[in-house]
């Protein structure tokens, strides 16, 4: 894990390969806890090609001076993330 909140990503590579490119993080909360929304893509190794760009929000949290993953979840597609902004702006109106 990462000593600091800049550092956290979601970017995983495997023999050569990024098999999870992060696109783009927006941090919306920090201190102990914290809070970050990743915009990313998976690498589809039958279509040898990325997939569609997918979110997720994840929660950090500092102990021993790293943060460890505790919680995420995953928008997995635009049409998702569209209905999930609908209902906050429905509820924040």
Same mark, same amino acid.
């Given at each position: =894990? @990462?000593?600091?909140?800049?550092d956290?990503?979601v970017? *995983?590579i495997?023999?050569?390969?990024? %098999?999870v490119k992060?696109? $783009? !993080?927006?941090i919306? @909360?920090?201190g102990a806890w914290?809070t970050i =929304? /990743?915009k *990313?893509q $998976?690498?589809?190794? %039958? $279509?040898?090609? *990325?997939g569609?760009? !997918? /979110?997720s ?8 001076g790293?943060y460890?993953? %505790?919680s !995420?979840?995953?928008?997995s @597609? !635009?049409?998702?993330a ?5 209902v906050?702006?429905?509820?924040? @109106?």
């Open positions: =894990m @990462s000593e600091t909140i800049e956290l990503t970017e *995983y495997e023999d050569g390969i990024t %098999k992060q696109l $783009d !993080k927006e919306l @909360s920090k914290c =929304m /990743f *990313y $998976d690498w589809n190794a %039958k $279509d040898n090609a *990325y569609p760009e !997918k /979110f929000i994840r929660r950090f949290q500092k102990q021993n790293r460890f993953l %505790k !995420k979840f995953t928008i @597609s !635009k049409d998702q569209e209905k999930i902004i609908a906050l702006k429905k509820w924040m @109106s």
